[in-house]
């Protein structure tokens, strides 16, 4: 009598640790790569994080043509604005807040954060450098 109680268990435990291995072999998970760059564009989007009080990166140099995504971390409330006014967005109040633009004539461009940065020299500022 023992001896089927420990093998059941023992079958118990076999079959919950096969299903675990099954559902973790399974699960997709995130490398960290794909096709959002952080820094540099190669011909698509630019990711830009907005941390703390900062952006990352805080300069970025893309192709004509290219998008820029600025996202937030969600721990403080953001926005993005451009230094002429053309662009932004009023904010960024979540994790999964985002904003796109895209830079299609070749030039540089400043923005900021203006709940973090008074002007576009200091602060909470950031440049899209479009070749």
């Known amino acids: 009598m023992i001896g089927k109680k420990v ?3 023992l079958l118990t435990v076999l079959v919950a640790v096969a299903g ?3 559902a973790v072999a ?5 490398s960290g790569g794909g096709t959002d760059p952080t820094g540099t564009g190669n011909g698509n989007v630019t990711v830009v ?3 703390g009080t900062s952006w990352s990166p805080a300069s970025v140099t893309i192709k004509a043509g290219d998008k820029v995504r600025w996202t937030s971390d969600g721990a403080l409330p953001h926005n993005v604005e451009s230094e002429t006014g053309a662009w932004g967005l009023a904010s960024l109040p979540a994790a999964t807040s985002t904003f796109e633009q895209t830079f299609n004539t070749p030039g540089t461009y400043r923005f900021r954060c203006n709940f973090h940065s008074s002007n576009f020299t200091t602060g909470m500022v950031g440049v899209v ?3």
């Open 49 to 51: 994080r907005a941390s």
């Open 20 to 22: 675990g291995a099954l």
């Open 7 to 9: 093998r059941a268990s």
């Open 129 to 131: 450098t479009v070749q």
């Open 26 to 30: 399974c699960s997709g998970g995130d």
